[in-house]
């Protein structure tokens, strides 16, 4: 079962311009992870957002938490063509597991 | 940090056999997690195994299709029985404190023909 719904679905973009993804989940949350996934290949984890923070900042990531609306969006500012891939929101609700969103597939145009 | 492996990464099945795969962490963990992953999908929780304990399946996952072994703090296995190509997945094992970040191995691609 999903915990989280992302959209988009699909994004396409060109070089340069910031990506907006966004994640809404269902039951309360200790945390929020966000996951990148390069063509099926494995995880790589992007940031980790506790339940009493509402936003964090990576680099050109910005991830932000609104516990009132159950909802994170993941900003990618100045997109590079090496950021295509998809994107995964994970709730984590304090039993250790983690409930994976939908996920949003996003394409950077070179 | 955990490092996780996983293997085999990947593996050609004849339909109505059973694929066991491995997880080694590095480090002693109380927690694992099987994941399925299906083409184009996101992740799907199968199980949480639990050292000394039997797995706890998710909803739509049964033992008797995934049974898995967690005989020590740094091993798991996952067995894919009778196997159809409906189960043609990604396989990932995890493991997290509930926390901080979880750790994924690099997956088992398998396809079932």
């Known amino acids: 079962s999903q915990q989280g719904e992302e959209d988009p679905q699909a994004l396409s973009i060109q070089e340069g311009e910031n990506a907006t993804m966004n994640c809404s989940y269902k039951t309360s949350i200790n945390n929020l992870q966000w996951y990148r996934q390069n063509s099926g290949r494995g995880l790589v984890h992007l940031i980790l957002i506790r339940s009493n923070e509402r936003e964090k900042h990576s680099g050109r990531l910005r991830v932000t938490l609104d516990t009132s609306k159950k909802s994170s969006s993941l900003l990618i500012t100045a997109s590079r063509a090496a950021d295509t891939a998809s994107y995964f929101c994970?709730?984590?609700?304090?039993?250790?597991?983690?409930?994976f969103g939908t996920g949003t597939r996003l394409k950077v145009l070179a | 940090s955990a490092v996780i492996s996983q293997k085999p990464s990947r593996d050609i099945c004849q339909r109505g056999t059973s694929l066991t795969i491995q997880c080694q962490v590095d480090s002693q963990v109380t927690m694992m997690f099987w994941y399925r992953q299906q083409p184009g999908q996101s992740l799907t929780l199968i199980a949480t195994a639990n050292q000394g304990s039997e797995a706890t399946y998710e909803s739509g996952f049964v033992i008797d299709k995934f049974p898995i072994s967690r005989p020590n703090l740094t091993f798991s296995t996952l067995t894919v029985s009778n196997m159809s190509p409906e189960d043609s997945s990604i396989y990932l094992c995890?493991?997290?404190?509930?926390?901080?970040?979880?750790?994924f191995g690099q997956g088992t691609r398998l396809t079932v023909v």
């Open positions: 994970a709730t984590g609700t304090g039993t250790y597991k983690y409930i």
């Open positions: 995890s493991e997290s404190d509930g926390n901080t970040e979880a750790f």
